[in-house]
């Protein structure tokens, strides 16, 4: 017969080694290693620049080189009520290395409404075919929202929001 004490023993040996697996456990650490995310939307903060302006950050530089306004994109056309806004970006990188991203893009307007998801249409879509570039480089690219036909005042926003430390670059889309 087995004495409870071999089976308080063994009930606590396989507790002890369970626990070890579960804390040494990839999934166990996701927790821990958390990917941060910083609010973004609206802002309060005044343009850097504007359309044509190289706005210089330690990390990087941004241009809107060119800008377009219209109900139609390439083939697209927007729902009714909509219109269309076509950004063509530049970024430069300063560092070793930089990520690019459309999901670092976002276009505000007057009313704070703040537009994040790009449409991918039309033109060459900016970070499509790089989104690392490293010292000197630049990417290029159009970036493209379907926002309401009334939006106006607009201002471009690039930054990279997974960081507390980023720079954040703001240009005015005025014309």
Not at 84 to 105: K, N, R, T
Not at 148 to 166: A, N, V
């Amino acid at each position: 017969m087995i004495s409870k004490a071999k089976i308080n023993y063994a009930l606590i040996s396989f507790l002890l080694i369970c626990c070890g697996l579960v804390a040494c456990s990839p999934l166990h650490q996701l927790e821990h290693d958390e990917v941060t995310w910083y609010q973004v939307g609206a802002i309060d903060d005044e343009a850097q620049g504007k359309i044509g302006d190289k706005i210089e950050k330690s990390d990087i530089s941004v241009s809107v080189t060119s800008f377009e306004e219209g109900i139609s994109f390439g083939e697209y056309v927007a729902k009714e009520g909509n219109k269309f806004i076509g950004i063509e970006i530049e970024v430069q990188c300063h560092l070793d290395e930089c990520e690019v991203s459309l999901l670092f893009a976002r276009i505000q307007d007057a009313n704070k409404n703040v537009f994040f998801v790009p449409v991918y249409i039309g033109k060459l879509t900016f970070g499509e075919k790089k989104n690392h570039i490293t010292k000197g480089e630049i990417a290029k690219g159009w970036v493209a929202y379907e926002v309401p036909e009334t939006s106006d005042s607009l201002l471009f926003i690039y930054e990279d929001f997974r960081s507390p430390d980023t720079e954040r670059v703001l240009i005015s889309l005025e014309k």
